[in-house]
């Protein structure tokens, strides 16, 4: 094949016709991120399920300087599994959101009890050092007992 036939119909230098400011695709999936779930294939087995997202980032809500982690989700299902890409994108929703390192964590517990419902859930946040101070913060959940 040659190179002139592999060439894209998209210019990699092509710019809008207008100074309109373009949302990308991406932005767009972040924005309307939303933490979907699917029923527990093994509803009643007891197993654990691991996702770690090293590229976590969020705004400091004093300085405004940007924080940088690696999330560690654990968790027992109930009834329902979060979807891979919808937890990528929720955790891509706080890369411009001012708010603490605590308050981050405890967020992410809590909007994922809420989607999830799960018997158990830990999350933990190893936030890269800044001016000499190394921060995590784990948070757990745990069903009540019915």
Do not use: W
């Not at 990699?12 to 932005?27: S, W």
């Not at 197993?47 to 400091?60: A, G, Q, R, V």
């Not at 924080?67 to 706080?94: C, G, H, M, Q, W």
């Amino acid at each position: 094949m040659s190179n002139s036939s592999m060439q894209s119909d998209i210019s990699p230098t092509a710019t809008p016709t207008d100074d309109t400011p373009q949302v990308k695709y991406g932005e767009r999936e972040i924005e309307e991120g939303q933490l979907i779930t699917f029923p527990n294939p093994r509803v009643g087995r007891r197993y654990d399920i691991h996702i770690t997202l090293p590229e976590f980032t969020c705004k400091c809500p004093f300085s405004g300087y940007p924080d940088f982690a690696t999330i560690y989700l654990t968790y027992v299902p109930n009834e329902r599994v979060v979807e891979l890409k919808a937890i990528k994108l929720y955790i891509n929703s706080y890369r411009d959101r001012y708010i603490s390192h605590e308050e981050s964590i405890n967020q992410i517990l809590d909007d994922f009890v809420a989607a999830c419902d799960p018997l158990e859930a830990t999350i933990k946040g190893d936030f890269h050092p800044r001016g000499n101070v190394h921060t995590v913060i784990e948070v757990r959940h745990t069903k009540p007992q019915t």
